[in-house]
């Protein structure tokens, strides 16, 4: 290839045996940082066309090729704090504030630490030098203490028994590993069920993050999902940063979403229960723009009413919170548009 004038990794080398490979493969886990460029592995390949051809491939890769992986980067660095977010549905999930370190081709200051028994499995406490990695080099990972370097009369971290966000008690449930705040009005909650909601999966209202949303939902602008569709345009050009064109596109983008068809979007914004696959098969997919909140489409073209003490898995929490709109602007709510 290279005679070809296409670029080629100076360093591929061609060996007679494979006690040679496996020597070079030990020297680049040895000396992967002296290359200007990060490596996660090393690719042995047969030189030699015609024993590929004999080799052949199995279903899923060929069998004269394999990927020598090197063992995930690890550093040490400072656990400052362990805290807690709260996440759409309660979810309190532990994560680890960092000394930044760079590990695996980016800087780690935040990982996830899942919940109150990983944390206990791993005994890492605020205070303590932790060793940090990438699983699967992408996602930042604590992989435990350093337990000869910690400081002495370091306390075990305790879980919160109040949400950050609202102050309202964590639950545990009984054989659950997630605590849960369960105040549905609580902000940390709001914010991330209107995130969801106008995310890519659901609604995918671009130019509507979590920053704006919090902007939004402080100056009073919205409270939940559905103000998207009620936004007051006119506010949001006094805006610092929002010139004619964003709201434009903003507008624009909200208009667009109304087409998206119902399954995943709004059924997803209240509720822990019903995921997309039985949303999905609950209705045919529905564009939100010609939807009758009291009524919920059944797959055959017909639709099904909704009565007293039914419980449709489909549209039932979309509809809910559509009536309390409906019912809010019936009572003269805050923002008739
Ligand atoms: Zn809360």
């Known amino acids: 290839m290279g005679s070809l004038g296409l670029p080629v990794n100076p360093e591929t080398t061609t060996f007679d045996d494979l006690a040679q490979v496996y020597a070079f493969c030990a020297h680049w886990e040895e000396h992967r ?7 996660d592995g090393i690719v042995v390949k047969v030189d030699d066309l015609a024993s590929r051809e004999v080799l052949g491939t199995t279903a899923r890769a060929p069998r004269w090729a394999i990927a020598y992986k090197l063992p995930p980067e690890e550093r040490t660095t400072m656990l400052r704090d362990i805290q807690v977010s709260v996440g759409r549905t309660g979810r309190a999930t ?20 899942h919940n109150e028994d990983q944390v206990a499995i791993k005994d890492v406490r605020p205070g303590d030098t932790v060793v940090v990695r990438k699983a699967g080099d992408v996602i930042p990972e604590v992989v435990g203490p350093v337990l000869d370097v910690r400081p002495e009369g370091l306390e075990p971290w305790v879980f919160p028994t109040v949400c950050p966000s609202c102050g309202e008690p964590l639950v545990r449930a009984e054989g659950e590993v997630d605590h849960r705040c369960v105040n549905t009005d609580c902000p940390a909650r709001r914010l991330a069920r209107i995130s969801h909601f106008v995310s890519r999966g659901a609604m995918d209202i671009e130019g509507l993050g979590e920053r704006q949303i919090q ?26 940063g929002y010139g004619e064109r964003a709201v434009a596109n903003l507008a624009a983008a909200i208009e ?14 209240q509720h822990r229960a019903p995921g997309s696959h039985r949303c999905a098969a609950a209705g045919r997919p529905t564009p939100l ?6 009524r919920e489409p059944r797959g055959d073209g017909r639709h099904r009413r909704y009565r007293a003490g039914d419980r449709p898995v489909g549209a039932r929490l979309l509809r809910r919170c ?12 805050r923002r008739d548009h």
């Not at 902007?215 to 610092?240: H, K, N, P, Q, S």
């Open 33 to 39: 940082h002296d290359l200007p460029y990060e490596i």
């Open 94 to 113: 532990p994560f680890a504030v960092l000394e930044p370190v760079f590990v695996g081709g980016s800087t780690v200051g935040m990982a996830t630490l």
């Open 215 to 240: 902007l939004f939902l402080d100056l009073g602008l919205i409270t939940d999902a559905a103000d998207v569709y009620a936004l007051d345009l006119d506010a949001l050009r006094e805006l610092d």
């Open 256 to 269: 667009a979403s109304k087409a998206r068809p119902l399954a995943e979007p709004a059924v997803r914004t």
């Open 289 to 294: 723009a010609g939807l009758d909140p009291f």
């Open 322 to 333: 559509l009536q309390q709109r409906l019912g809010r602007q019936a009572r003269g709510g």
